[in-house]
Nanobody, 115 residues
Framework: QVQLVESGGGLVQPGGSLTLSCAASGILFRLHTMGWYRQAPGKQRELVAT???????NYADSAKGRFTISRTNAKNTVYLQMNSLKPEDTAVYYC?????????WGQGTQVTVSS
């Protein structure tokens, strides 16, 4: 079965950086669009960024210019480099695999931006 395992979350000060990783198994990774979503307390889950198997990217307005999504198909891993973090970036970040008619989600990793 599909398994997505996120890592790299934590506590960071405003203006700091974090890199999230998501290791996938159970899928032919290079064929699937991968994404990062986040959910803050009391809010709906929202898109952060996606990347196709060819490397085409899409970002939420809140992520443009600060976050970079990338992937290494040989390692079945997708990354989210987050710079210039703000308190409003605090959320649980989820990895997503678009399976073409369905989706698979990781368990999430907490990112807290606070001084």
């Amino acid at each position: 079965q599909v398994q997505l395992v996120e890592s790299g979350g934590g506590l960071v000060q405003p203006g700091g950086s974090l890199t999230l990783s998501c290791a996938a198994s159970g899928i032919l990774f290079r064929l699937h669009t991968m994404g990062w979503y986040r959910q803050a307390p009391g809010k709906q889950r929202e898109l952060v960024a996606t990347i196709t198997g060819f490397g085409n990217t899409n970002y939420a307005d809140s992520a443009k210019g600060r976050f970079t999504i990338s992937r290494t198909n040989a390692k079945n891993t997708v990354y989210l480099q987050m710079n210039s973090l703000k308190p409003e970036d605090t959320a649980v970040y989820y990895c997503n695999a678009d399976l073409g008619g369905s989706a698979s989600w990781g368990q999430g990793t907490q990112v807290t931006v606070s001084s």
